[in-house]
């Protein structure tokens, strides 16, 4: 079964810091995996989303990489803000029949960034 | 458009008693999800429909659960009878076929059972 980690489960760092949050996978037969962002009492916004044939995406001052023989990701944050502070979840699509929408969920790892 | 739409935003009830949660996905998306949020479980797919259609409710709890979408626009997830152990904050998704593979979440509602 496939288990998503992610490593620490709580950042703090000060503004202009970059970040760097880790998002570990046991199972490398994925279609894709994304970066999603949680604020207190809201959803979650997609921010990134790799493909498993690629091995990086970015937007901004955020970089995702993906690793799929070694089961990882990192999501980098540039020049880091106090607006970046979140709960940040990675979560991938299993390549198995039938699986589009059944993502699998890290824990998160929630990020305060002190001014 | 405004998103997807969650009602109530929080909802406390005793054990027992009848939850109903609503969601309204964006216009146009294909697919509706229903996430459970927990401290213990983290995130977790519920149920999910494709045109209205119940696609896959392997991660429905319990037959105390039950999720309907009668049409496009409006989806409901039941607890009958809500028991403590159900608190949870519960999330509504929607995507849109052919689209990228991201799902548009909404606010969640905060469920309490005492």
């Known amino acids: 079964k496939q288990e998503v980690t992610q490593i620490p489960a709580a950042l703090s760092v000060p503004e202009g810091e970059n970040l760097v949050l880790n998002c570990s996978f046991t199972d490398s037969a994925i279609y894709n995996l994304q970066w999603f962002r949680q604020d207190p009492g809201k959803g979650l916004t997609s921010l990134l989303l790799?493909?498993?044939?690629?091995r990086e995406q970015t937007s901004g001052r955020l970089n995702a990489s993906l690793d799929k023989s070694s089961g990882r990701s990192t999501l980098y944050i540039a020049a880091s803000q106090p607006g970046d502070s979140a709960t940040y979840l990675c979560a991938v699509r299993p390549r198995l029949p039938d699986s589009w929408g059944k993502l699998q969920f890290g824990a998160g790892t929630q990020v305060v960034v002190t001014p | 458009d405004a998103g997807v739409i969650q009602s109530p935003r929080h909802e406390v009830t005793e054990m027992g008693q009848e939850v109903t949660l609503r969601c309204k996905p964006i216009s146009g998306h294909d697919y509706l999800f229903w996430y459970r949020q927990t401290m213990m479980r983290g995130l977790e797919l519920l149920i999910y429909?494709?045109?209205?259609?119940?696609?896959?409710d392997s991660g429905m709890p319990e037959d105390r659960f039950s999720a309907k979408m009668p049409n496009a626009s409006f989806s409901t997830l039941k607890i009958q009878p809500s028991e403590p152990r159900d608190s949870a904050v519960y999330f509504c998704?929607?995507?849109?076929?052919?689209?990228?593979?991201?799902?548009?979440f909404g606010p969640g509602t905060r469920l309490t059972v005492l």
């Open positions: 429909f494709n045109n209205n259609v119940p696609i896959d």
């Open positions: 998704a929607s995507s849109r076929a052919g689209g990228p593979d991201t799902q548009y």
């Open positions: 790799i493909q498993s044939s690629q």
